[in-house]
């Protein structure tokens, strides 16, 4: 399970949710940049998720990461043989196509094929499947790629003093089922979508403020002292969209600590394991 199935499965922490954060009106107005060319949605979200990462390591040195990529600890769940074989080839290819970008700064072919090719193995973590799908791509999703990778605007992604990529929550996390974050831009929890339509839905709005959440109760990054998260934010990928929420706006801090309180109770019957995290 995850923050994402916690949320999904659970209309009474759905409409707690509701109850607790006050959902801003959103009027953005913005063209479609890059619209889909398949319906492989989740593979090229993920594959995207993966270059935009790489691009953040290149414009701000100091980023700090896991040290890992889901692909990896997907890989290594691998019992077969052949399928392990393949997938440590992917990675490796991948991490040496990402040194030479991040040494040069050129978005190369190869870098953007194997962000395609990560995608097609983080599934068996995820969600246990896919295994069959292991290194096969639609060269139109390659180009679609290209498309989403053209029209970001990096000045939207350096940090005035630091940035996380795919941070997870510490023990936070282990409430949920785990749960990991996709950028923090300095005081900016950050999460990816690819969607077509430009539209901030209850269910992406409170995976976002699940997200705030977790980091009220431990910390982004488990990183000491914790770091003062003032605004939340979507990536529109197609529309090349960074749409900004001030924490101030939405949550009433003289609710929110029994708000904050009823979560970790909530998660815990759901994950009674979680107990022994937060203690």
Not at 188 to 193: L, Q, R, S
Not at 215 to 221: D, L, M, T
Request: aromatic letters at 10%.
């Amino acid at each position: 399970m995850s923050l994402t199935s916690f949320l999904a499965q659970n209309a009474d922490v759905r409409e707690r949710f509701k109850l607790e954060f006050r959902k801003p009106a959103f009027t953005a107005i913005k063209p479609l940049l890059a619209p889909p060319l398949t319906t492989h949605y989740t593979t090229v979200g993920t594959a995207f998720d993966y270059l935009l990462r790489f691009v953040i390591q290149r414009l701000n040195p100091l980023t700090l990461d896991k040290g890992y990529w889901v692909a990896e600890v997907a890989a290594d769940a691998l019992i077969e043989a052949d399928l392990y074989i393949k997938a440590r080839k992917i990675i490796v290819a991948a991490k040496k196509h990402l040194h030479a970008y991040l040494q040069s700064g050129l978005l190369s072919e190869d870098l953007i094929r194997s962000a395609l090719l990560l995608a097609t193995i983080d599934p068996i973590y995820r969600a246990g499947v896919g295994h069959d799908n292991i290194g096969v791509i639609d060269e139109r999703d390659m180009e679609d790629l290209q498309h989403l990778m053209a029209i970001v605007d990096e000045n939207n992604f350096i940090a005035r003093q630091l940035a996380l990529i795919n941070p997870t929550f510490g023990k936070a996390s282990h409430l949920v089922g785990g749960a990991d974050a996709d950028l923090v831009i300095d005081d900016i929890i950050i999460d990816i979508k690819t969607v077509k339509k430009l539209t901030l839905d209850r269910k992406t709005y409170d995976q976002i403020m699940g997200y705030y959440t977790l980091h009220q109760i431990a910390s982004v990054g488990e990183l000491e002292p914790k770091l003062n998260i003032n605004k939340v934010g979507i990536y529109f990928a197609r529309h090349a969209y960074l749409h900004i929420m001030p924490i101030a706006d939405m949550v009433n801090m003289e609710t929110y600590l029994d708000f904050l309180e009823w979560f970790k109770q909530r998660a815990q019957q759901d994950f009674p394991a979680a107990r022994l995290a937060l203690n």
